[in-house]
C-alpha cells in the first residue's frame, strides 16, 4: 500500500481519514446488506455512522502523541492540537445526531427515535456548549465534559438497538 500513497495509511494522518472514511460506510452496509435490500434507511446509516466513526478516530491518538511524535509518525494527535480535534469530533458527532433526528422529521424512522434527543441534548448542555464557553481550550478539568461525549454517544447506540426492537 506505500507505493500507491506514498505513506503507511496508518501512520499518516490522511491514510487515517482515507481508511475510516471508507470503512464506516462500507461495513456498515455491508451488515444491512445482510438482513434488508439497500434503501434510504441503510444509506441514512451508513452515512451517521460514518459521522460517527470519523468523530472517535479524531480522538483516538491523543492518549498516544509522545509516543507517536517520537516514532516519526504523523497522526492525526501530531499534526493537529487536542482542542482542534476535538472541536471537529464534536462537530462529527452533531451531524451524528443530526443524520438520525431528519430520519425522524422525514419519516424514514419511528418517532420511537426521538428517544435520541436525550443523550443529544445531554452531549450539546455538557460537553459541546461547554467547550464552546471555554474557547475550545482543554484542561484538567475537562473530563467529566469529555466523559458525558463518550457516554451519550453510547447511549445513543443503546437506544437505537432498543428503538430497532420495538
Avoid: Q
Avoid at 109 to 135: A, R
Avoid at 149 to 157: A, F, G, H, N, R
Amino acid at each position: 500500500m506505500k507505493r500507491l500513497f506514498g505513506f503507511r495509511l496508518k501512520t499518516h494522518y490522511i491514510g487515517e481519514i482515507i481508511t475510516y472514511g471508507v470503512a464506516y460506510p462500507t461495513y456498515t452496509l455491508t451488515i444491512w446488506l445482510i438482513y434488508s435490500d439497500l434503501n434510504i434507511l441503510g444509506i441514512a446509516l451508513a452515512i451517521a455512522f460514518s459521522f460517527f466513526g470519523i468523530s472517535g478516530v479524531l480522538l483516538k491518538d491523543l492518549k498516544d502523541i509522545s509516543g507517536d511524535r517520537k516514532a516519526g509518525l504523523r497522526t492525526l494527535g501530531v499534526i493537529f492540537i487536542p482542542s482542534k480535534l476535538l472541536y471537529v469530533s464534536c462537530i462529527f458527532l452533531f451531524l451524528y445526531y443530526f443524520v438520525f433526528l431528519n430520519m425522524i422529521i422525514l419519516d424514514i424512522v419511528e418517532t420511537g427515535m426521538l428517544l435520541l434527543s436525550i443523550p443529544f441534548i445531554w452531549f450539546i448542555k455538557n460537553t459541546f456548549l461547554y467547550f464552546h464557553k471555554k474557547n475550545w481550550n482543554l484542561g484538567y478539568g475537562d473530563f467529566k465534559s469529555i466523559h458525558v461525549m463518550i457516554t451519550s454517544t453510547y447511549l445513543s447506540i443503546i437506544i437505537l438497538g432498543i428503538g430497532a426492537l420495538i
